[in-house]
């Protein structure tokens, strides 16, 4: 199989329903920015020693993988295809879990914390800054079309994750955290 197919040279491509679409219609935006998402996760496991984070960020991942199919499938039939393609309740539940483990050893929140600190950390609070911009272009999705809420959970959700791992590679790199 090639990876071209040309299909998308005047500036459409093609969503889970066979619809063809212009590559910026707001539902390819909002799985593009979960691609970039994805990408910028990949950089982050690249950057790090921690085993128990990359097991963290590679299901994530994978969970966003999910959430771009379903984004791409505009009849919200794919998760019936194809069952990890499903975000499910257990999806946000194991970020929540996550976060709850993860924040008992950091210092509770005085102050704003600036993004930055060591690789790890800075690439984090930049990941979180591609998610929030993520959740902004489903929820204007969701004003018009239908979106899985599931969705729009599971990304706010994550970048609360993603502001607690940069903490805490700041805490494990022994790079204090900078205030305002």
């Given at each position: 199989m090639k990876i071209y197919t040309r299909t998308?040279?005047?500036?459409?491509?093609?969503?889970?329903?066979?619809?063809?679409?212009?590559?910026?219609?707001?539902?390819?935006?909002?799985?593009?920015?979960?691609?970039?998402?994805?990408a910028c996760l990949g950089v982050v496991r690249s950057q790090h020693e921690d085993e128990g984070l990359d097991v963290l960020l590679a299901q994530v991942q994978k969970d966003l993988f999910a959430l771009g199919a379903q984004l791409a499938d505009p009849q919200a039939r794919v998760a019936e295809r194809k069952p990890k393609a499903a975000v499910t309740p257990a999806h946000v539940k194991g970020l929540e879990d996550?976060?709850?483990?993860?924040?008992?050893?950091?210092?509770?929140?005085?102050?704003f914390i600036l993004p930055g600190g060591s690789a790890?950390?800075?690439?984090?609070?930049?990941?979180?800054?591609?998610?929030?911009?993520?959740?902004?272009?489903?929820?204007?999705l969701s004003r018009h079309e239908q979106v899985d809420p599931l969705v729009?959970?599971?990304?706010?959700?994550?970048?609360?994750l993603l502001f607690v791992l940069a903490r805490e590679a700041n805490r494990t790199s022994g790079v204090p955290e900078d205030t305002w």
């Open positions: 998308g040279d005047e500036g459409e491509t093609g969503l889970g329903d066979g619809a063809r679409v212009g590559k910026d219609t707001p539902r390819v935006e909002c799985y593009g920015e979960v691609d970039e998402l994805n996550a976060i709850d483990t993860r924040q008992e050893s950091l210092p509770p929140l005085k102050a790890a950390a800075a690439l984090l609070h930049f990941s979180r800054t591609v998610c929030r911009r993520a959740e902004r272009r489903v929820v204007a729009l959970a599971y990304l706010n959700r994550l970048s609360d």
